[in-house]
């Protein structure tokens, strides 16, 4: 999390969303500092901010669950995230962080061992309606910053907060990503509807396409309470697995 107090602005990092740069940038160039920690969530600013601080300019970062998923995919395929060496570490420090690496070393394992397609990890491991802590406070946010138009987005929210770029935003952490059209990596018609049921709440509700020629994204009244049920749990998780 990065605040500047001359510029009266706070940046929340949601993981994955292209954060890193933005928070590096803010600190090099535009007067921002760290606080509490990498991922803290907004609950957390405001439990110690002071009432000035509250009413700064807040924004941050999606990106497309589809994409991220896929992202991930080519991490763990590529070998360039073997996420064993993490849990001794994690286990002691961090409760949440340690279940997800034990969860993603389980992935990891089996995308080395069977060298899946994409449509083959999704159907392996996606079962549920997907959500990020950003359905916390991401619509209350004045500012929301697409992965998929990162330099961009971040030049128009400086803008918005008063200042002027400086330059283009640079590039780090850059992972794995897909070269191929979405139709090319999938055919399944089961991944198809699995990847609707899984994304499609988070898809529509941030403005995000499939491909027209798979079809309509239609939400069920099930699905629908599905992702409420979850999303009760997830936030119990987001709060106390910290």
């Known amino acids: 999390m990065i605040i500047s ?66 992202t991930r995919y080519y991490k763990l395929k590529s070998s360039y995230q073997n996420p064993s060496w993490q849990i001794p570490k994690f286990k002691r420090e961090n409760r949440k962080v340690s279940l997800q690496s034990y969860y993603l070393l389980h992935q990891y394992k089996y995308i080395q061992r069977k060298n899946p397609s994409f449509s083959q990890y999704i159907l392996r491991y996606y079962f549920f309606p997907y ?51 979405w139709d090319e990596l999938i055919s399944s018609p089961r991944a198809i509807k699995r990847i609707k049921h899984v994304f499609g709440p988070y898809l529509l509700k941030w403005g995000y396409s499939l491909p027209p020629e798979w079809g309509e994204i239609k939400i069920s009244f099930l699905t629908k309470l599905e992702l409420a049920v979850l999303n009760f749990f997830r936030r119990l998780y987001w709060r106390f697995l910290k």
Do not use: M
């Not at 920690?37 to 609950?43: E, L, V």
């Open 5 to 70: 107090h001359k510029h009266k602005y706070l940046f929340v990092e949601l993981p994955r969303t292209g954060t890193t740069a933005i928070a590096n940038e803010l600190v090099e160039k535009y007067d921002g500092e760290r606080i509490l920690h990498k991922h803290a969530h907004y609950d957390d600013f405001l439990a110690q901010a002071s009432e000035e601080e509250k009413g700064y300019f807040t924004f941050s970062c999606i990106r497309n669950p589809l994409d991220r998923a896929l």
């Open 131 to 181: 959500d990020d802590w950003s359905q916390k406070q991401h619509k209350q946010f004045d500012y929301i910053i697409r992965f998929e138009n990162l330099n961009e987005d971040f030049q128009e929210a400086l803008r918005q907060i008063g200042i002027a770029p400086v330059r283009s935003l640079p590039h780090v952490n850059k992972s794995p990503g897909k070269s191929e059209s």
